[in-house]
């Protein structure tokens, strides 16, 4: 549930344009419309390395409980 939470979190943000097509609050004289899409590029890198960890724990669980 939580990989999935991680994986889907970034598209849900990106696709609900309402909430982020505006050019206030600016940040060092970038829009937001652009430093918020810029700011999700890398939470959705942090998010999917988060997923694939924890992905990776799972499978090393699985394997470790079917061979005990």
């Known amino acids: 549930m939580v990989i ?4 889907i979190a970034p598209f849900v943000a990106m696709l609900w344009v309402d909430s ?4 206030d609050p600016t940040f060092i004289g970038i829009p937001f419309f ?6 999700w590029v ?4 942090s998010l999917t390395m988060i997923a694939y960890k924890l992905w990776q724990r799972d499978q090393r669980a699985r394997k470790g409980g079917a061979s005990a």
Not at 4 to 7: Q, T
């Open 4 to 7: 999935a939470l991680c994986l």
């Open 20 to 23: 982020y097509a505006k050019v």
């Open 34 to 39: 652009y430093w918020y899409q810029m700011l």
């Open 42 to 45: 890398l939470l959705s890198t």
